[in-house]
């Protein structure tokens, strides 16, 4: 397929200032990446390595303090550009809305006719499993259900660049495995290009075609690992032996990184 | 089911209600504290009487005005100060302060500005009522989730859009509890001043009974006070919770 570059990252870097004026906390430092359009791609790193504040910038809703980044080749700068779709760490549902009525808002007021609202909406819970749902007001759902609900409101709108900050967090193992198979799903059939910020190695060797392995604060990429799954890829991965290699290297990595950001 | 059941839960609290003013009244003596089939009487003839309509419609009139001004300006001011800090930090504390002070001391200052009549118990009912609103606004405003501005961002809602699908029903419920106790508070700072500096309404009228020990008509007008306030709240909180649910 066509690799033409989606996100190009370029030297950020991003500093925090401390309320109260004194100090500061540096996030990001040097961050530079090439992101391939409809690629996969994951990042791993120690809690609080900037990875949040990496996807805040790459989403337009933080301007970096340093360097640059580009989305097809425009450059994004503290405003959301179009063609982007976010699912937060934080449960974004919306209490006041049924379960259909979150999934549609971002769908509203965009000229779109009520069949094609119904249309995509409809095919949205669908593919998340929410059919049953619809009626439902967010406080009814778990954690989980809450989080497929905004990746189904994401989804409706098309996204050509998808950031999912991790999104599986509040779900069991298994269902969590699941999840990442519709993801996988996800990407083949939209062609998007995926980037997933995830706590779990496994996760992260089991779905993307490459991962970038981020430092302790301030975050940087240290490495990245290609996995070369073909696209059609099934769960038979996890018996491949080089799933094993996969992880063992991303550990490896991240070991030493978890340590520090652990102050030992 | 669930609604019958209220339903008995609010009678009962009346019933006992009524049976413990007839109780206190027998103890104390009906000419202190006239029994509730004596004060019924008496607010069947109260609302023969001519005056008593002209009073009621006066109190009803500035109360619906203080209400008005209180929500409307509370809710503007609130807006202000949750939406920019600078001015919440720099006004915000005067509201707090206004809060807290008994606004009886105030006053003699509302007098100086508005005169004797009707504007100053207007007045005295906004005090009451505007700062509590403008200050849950505000509070309202604050507590946005900040995942819930970001996902506006990313949807690309418009400033308006934004505003009536975000922030609206995101601060509803806390509007909703701010207008009951402005409800309250509008009514008790009209009735207040009434009693302090006027010529007409349920509070001078309240006043003048105190003056010439008219057990009946006072026990009449708090019922009616009682009565309006209680089941207003009770009204304004049933529609809070069915919006819940
Ligand atoms: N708005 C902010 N103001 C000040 N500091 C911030 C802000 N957001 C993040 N930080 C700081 O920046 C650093 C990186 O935070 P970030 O949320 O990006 O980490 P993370 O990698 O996503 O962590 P986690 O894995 O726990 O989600 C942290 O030290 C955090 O305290
Ligand atoms: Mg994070």
Known sequence: ?264 | MKRAQTWLDGAAVIVAILLAWQFLSLIVGAHVLPPPRATAGRLVTLVGEPRFLADLASTAEAYVIALAIGMAGGLVLGVAFGGWRLIGDSFEPFMHLLVATPKVTLYPVILLLFGLGDSAKIAFGVLHALPPVAIMTANAIRTVRPVHRKTALTLRLSPTAYATRLLVPAVLPDILGAFRVCFAQALLGVLVGEMFASTRGLGHLLMASIGVDDNPTILAIVAIVFVFAGGGSAALLAAASRRKS
């Open chain 1, 1 to 264: 397929m066509a690799a033409s570059a989606s996100v190009v990252l370029d030297g950020v870097g991003h500093v925090f200032p401390v309320a109260g004026g004194r100090g500061a906390v540096r996030a990001l430092e040097q961050v530079s990446l090439t992101i391939a359009g409809g690629e996969f791609f994951a990042i791993i790193g120690p809690s609080g390595c900037g990875k949040s504040t990496l996807l805040d910038i790459l989403a337009g809703l933080l301007a970096p303090g340093e360097g640059r980044v580009t989305f097809d080749g425009a450059e994004i700068r503290g405003t959301v550009p179009d063609g982007i779709g976010v699912v937060f760490q934080d449960d974004a549902s919306f209490p006041w809305l049924s379960v259909w009525d979150n999934v549609a808002f971002g769908l509203r007021g965009r000229g779109l006719d009520k069949s094609e609202i119904a249309g995509r909406v409809g095919a949205a819970l669908d593919f998340m499993g929410l059919k049953e749902f619809a009626r439902h007001r967010p406080a009814q759902l778990s954690g989980g259900m809450r989080q497929r609900v905004c990746i189904a409101r994401t989804l409706v709108l098309r996204p050509r660049l998808f950031l999912l900050d991790e999104p599986f967090a509040a779900l069991d193992q298994q269902t969590r495995l699941l999840m990442g198979y519709e993801l996988l799903r996800l990407w083949r059939e939209t062609g998007a290009t995926v980037v997933l910020v995830t706590h779990s190695l496994d996760e992260a060797a089991m779905l993307a075609d490459r991962i970038g392995v981020m430092s302790s604060r301030p975050g940087r990429f240290i490495e990245t690992v290609a996995t070369e799954w073909p696209r059609e890829r099934s769960s038979q991965i996890l018996t491949d032996p080089r799933f094993g290699d996969v992880t063992s290297r991303l550990w490896e990595k991240l070991r030493a990184e978890s340590l520090r950001a652990m102050g030992r």
